[in-house]
């Protein structure tokens, strides 16, 4: 959960509190590509997508003899970044993991 998102979760939740509401349980704050393969693959595979086209602009500079300057290793780490994203949503690893005991 983002900074944001919590920060949207905690205000609704005062919101509800004051006007004697009852609060939202766990279950309607799942995340919002739980039960849905379809658009996690679809959302992932883009996304995927979107890093391999980044990448191989940096990768048609370099290989046409161009200097590697910073700009081309900053693109390198973006596409990457976005690549890592799109496997993030495919797998949905929140909620998987099991709770810690103390």
Known sequence: MS???AT????LDSMAARRGEQLPSEETRLPFFKNCWSCRLLSGAGLLAAGAYVFQGARIRMK????TSMGTVAQIFFALCIASWGVVIIADPVGKADPKTP
Do not use: H, K, Q
């Open 3 to 5: 900074l944001t998102t």
């Open 8 to 11: 949207v979760a905690l205000f």
């Open 64 to 67: 046409r003899g161009g200097p």
